[in-house]
């Protein structure tokens, strides 16, 4: 069966599971790759060290 979706969680959204959908999307493109946060933090940016 394998996996076919993957969903990276953090607090924001708005940096680091972003970040790592992306790359994650780069390297499984077959996959089903989204990310999502557990707070709502509207109109933030990401860190500009990020």
């Known amino acids: ?3 076919k979706n993957i ?3 953090c607090i924001g ?3 680091r599971s972003p ?3 992306y790359f994650l999307k ?3 493109p077959q996959l089903n ?3 999502a946060g557990i707070s709502g933090l509207i109109g933030h940016q990401a860190d500009e060290k990020a």
Request: aromatic share 6%; with cysteine.
């Open 7 to 9: 969903l990276v969680v």
């Open 33 to 35: 790759i989204e990310s």
């Open 1 to 3: 069966m394998g996996i």
């Open 19 to 21: 970040m790592a959908e």
């Open 26 to 28: 780069q390297q499984y």
């Open 13 to 15: 959204n708005i940096c």
